[in-house]
Nanobody, 120 residues
Framework: QVQVVESGGGLVQPGGSLRLSCTTSGSISRLNAMGWYRQAPGNQRDLVATMPTGGSANYADSVKGRFTISRDNAKNTVYLQMNSLKPEDTAVYYC??????????????WGQGTQVTVSS
C-alpha cells in the first residue's frame, strides 16, 4: 500500500502566502516525479508544478515567479511554496506521485486534495 497525504491548505488574503506539503509512505522502492495540480469548481484539473527526481522544475505560466516546488527525497516529501496569492489561485490542490512500488510495479498516485481559498 502507498499513501499520499497533503497538508497546509487554508484561507489566506490576496497577496498572502501558504506552503503545501505532500508526504508519501508505504511500499515505495523508488519515488520518481512528484507534482502539484489544482482544480477549481467547474474546471478541469490543471498542472501547477512538477519536479523530477533529479532535474528542473516545471511550472504553469500562471504561477511562474510566485510558486516554488521543492522536494526532500530523504523524507519522500514535496512542497509547494505559494506567494503573492491571488483569488484565481483558489482551488483544491492535489499532489501527484509517480512511484515504483515493491509489489505492484510502477504506478501513479493522487492525494486526497487540500483546499486553498484566497479571499479578503
Amino acid at each position: 500500500q502507498v499513501q499520499v497525504v497533503e497538508s497546509g491548505g487554508g484561507l489566506v488574503q490576496p497577496g498572502g502566502s501558504l506552503r503545501l506539503s505532500c508526504t508519501t509512505s508505504g511500499s515505495i522502492s523508488r519515488l520518481n516525479a512528484m507534482g502539484w495540480y489544482r482544480q477549481a469548481p467547474g474546471n478541469q484539473r490543471d498542472l501547477v508544478a512538477t519536479m523530477p527526481t533529479g532535474g528542473s522544475a516545471n511550472y504553469a505560466d500562471s504561477v511562474k515567479g510566485r510558486f516554488t516546488i521543492s522536494r526532500d527525497n530523504a523524507k519522500n516529501t514535496v512542497y509547494l511554496q505559494m506567494n503573492s496569492l491571488k483569488p484565481e489561485d483558489t482551488a483544491v490542490y492535489y499532489c501527484n506521485a509517480d512511484i515504483n512500488t515493491y509489489y505492484r510495479g510502477r504506478r501513479n498516485y493522487w492525494g486526497q486534495g487540500t483546499q486553498v481559498t484566497v479571499s479578503s
